[in-house]
T-cell receptor, first 114, second 117 residues
Framework: AQKITQTQPGMFVQEKEAVTLDCTYDTSDPSYGLFWYKQPSSGEMIFLIYQGSYDQQNATEGRYSLNFQKARKSANLVISASQLGDSAMYFCAMRGNNFNKFYFGSGTKLNVKP | DTGVSQDPRHKITKRGQNVTFRCDPISEHNRLYWYRQTLGQGPEFLTYFQNEAQLEKSRLLSDRFSAERPKGSFSTLEIQRTEQGDSAMYLC???????????????FGSGTQLSVL
């Protein structure tokens, strides 16, 4: 069965510091995609970063990077130089071998302190 | 590209009434998904369309729920005989046919917040 696990319901980080949000996944599919989304209090889901299961290098998008450890089935999001606007819910998601569904974790609420 | 549009933004209804939500995906996107999200939780998959074909349905989608995507463009999600447990945010998302990579990401609408009294 496909499953995404986010074990940190809430995190605090000081402004300008880096923070890591944990995500582990479970799948038997040989090919899959991993995503991180940000959901501010306004509710919209904002795509942050993508990692393919066959990608050799960790994905990076500006201040976001994905620490992909395939053997451990983990896909942690690293946010460098946190900003107050980073305060939001963060969801890890996975697309399996087909595109019929994406699985989401329960999310981590990040609070950035000034 | 105007993004994924959902209507209405908010819906308040009484228990037992029927409600219908509409989703207009990004025009060139063949894939359309419906999700349900309750407060503090991640989105839960409801159903998936490839063009007009409904290819996947969650067990969460009881016989009171039905979704359509006529002509492979907009989609509707209907809930019959609503219950208080149906209160949630209903999210629609679309994506283009997979070309691999980040292009396969989901583009979400702003959602329809349903409150069943």
């Amino acid at each position: 069965a496909q499953k995404i696990t986010q074990t940190q319901p809430g995190m605090f980080v000081q402004e300008k510091e880096a923070v890591t949000l944990d995500c582990t996944y479970d799948t038997s599919d040989p090919s899959y995609g991993l995503f991180w989304y940000k959901q501010p209090s306004s509710g919209e889901m904002i795509f942050l970063i993508y990692q393919g299961s066959y990608d050799q290098q960790n994905a990076t998008e500006g201040r976001y990077s994905l620490n992909f450890q395939k053997a451990r089935k983990s896909a942690n999001l690293v946010i460098s130089a946190s900003q107050l606007g980073d305060s939001a819910m963060y969801f890890c998601a996975m697309r399996g071998n087909n595109f019929n569904k994406f699985y989401f974790g329960s999310g981590t609420k990040l609070n950035v302190k000034p | 590209d105007t993004g994924v549009s959902q209507d209405p933004r908010h819906k308040i209804t009484k228990r037992g009434q029927n409600v219908t939500f509409r989703c207009d995906p990004i025009s060139e996107h063949n894939r359309l998904y419906w999700y349900r999200q309750t407060l503090g939780q991640g989105p839960e998959f409801l159903t998936y369309f490839q063009n007009e074909a409904q290819l996947e349905k969650s067990r969460l989608l009881s016989d009171r729920f039905s979704a359509e995507r006529p002509k492979g463009s907009f989609s509707t999600l209907e809930i019959q005989r609503t219950e208080q447990g149906d209160s949630a945010m209903y999210l629609c998302a679309s994506s283009p046919d997979g070309t691999g990579g980040a292009n396969e990401k989901l583009f979400f609408g702003s959602g329809t917040q349903l409150s069943v009294l």
